[in-house]
């Protein structure tokens, strides 16, 4: 007999929501390795990237290739790590038997689903904090426009590794399967989103590519915020774009999660 996902009779969906967002919270804090994770290695990284690029040397007058470099990885690196984080944590609650547990509770799909998207999002949001604090204040990272731009953006890109990593859980089997949906999900998006080639001098077909890869906008609202004193009409443009992609990616979660253990 095939089980049934439909929404029981009577359910409250807030507090469907809310119960499943402060559960995940109440694991990620006792989960101090992951908390570091999440909240350390962005800002290391970016420190690192720092003396990488320290002495080198740029034409009089050039922005520090750690300017260009380091506000395009601000949107990257959140976006990576809570890609990995979120499908290998959604996998470890199918393989566990908890994700059949739970749907034997008034919770639906789509509750699970937007509890971890927030639950994640708040830690994003630390990360975000504390990677932009430590670039724009300890490593002198220099941009035109504000630094809580940087923020907000960060703060998305690392939404929609939230929303691709839970999307990503659904077609895996173990956690191992989770992680290597990064070589198809991240890379790509990695190599095509302008951080390495401007998109514009990309050979056609790959442009055409990176133009339907969210990661591309995320760095072009960045790079509007790295060259602008002020919030523009395109950078808004670029993160109604990404908003779009992480809600669809949610959407399709939802669609495709499956009442399984491994």
Request: aromatic share 8%; charged share 15%.
């Amino acid at each position: 007999m095939t089980a049934t996902l439909s929404r029981p009779a009577g359910r409250n969906p807030l507090r469907c929501y809310t119960a499943t967002t402060v559960r995940i919270l109440k694991q990620l804090k006792a989960d101090h390795r992951t908390v570091a994770m999440i909240l350390v290695v962005p800002a290391l990284l970016m420190t690192l990237l720092y003396f990488v690029y320290r002495d080198y040397a740029v034409a009089p007058g050039a922005p520090r290739l750690f300017d260009r470099i380091g506000i395009t990885m601000l949107g990257i690196l959140p976006f990576v790590v809570m890609f990995l984080i979120t499908a290998i944590a959604m996998q470890r609650e199918r393989v566990s038997g908890t994700l059949e547990r739970l749907m034997t509770t008034p919770l639906s799909k789509i509750d699970l689903l937007a509890g971890y998207g927030t639950a994640f999002s708040v830690a994003a949001a630390g990360q975000a904090i504390i990677a932009c604090a430590v670039s724009f204040w300890l490593l002198d990272l220099q941009a035109a426009g504000s630094p809580l731009l940087v923020v907000l953006i960060a703060v998305l890109d690392a939404m929609l590794g939230v929303a691709l990593g839970l999307l990503a859980s659904a077609f895996a089997r173990t956690e191992f399967q989770a992680v290597q949906f990064m070589p198809v999900i991240v890379l790509p998006q990695f190599f095509l989103c302008g951080l390495l080639v401007p998109r514009g001098e990309l050979p056609g077909w790959l442009e055409a590519i990176s133009n339907v890869l969210p990661l591309s906008y995320a760095v072009d609202a960045l790079q509007q915020v790295a060259t602008h004193t002020g919030a523009t009409g395109q950078m808004w443009r670029d993160l109604a774009i990404v908003a779009g992609f992480a809600a669809v990616a949610l959407a399709l979660g939802a669609a495709t999660l499956r009442r399984r253990t491994a």
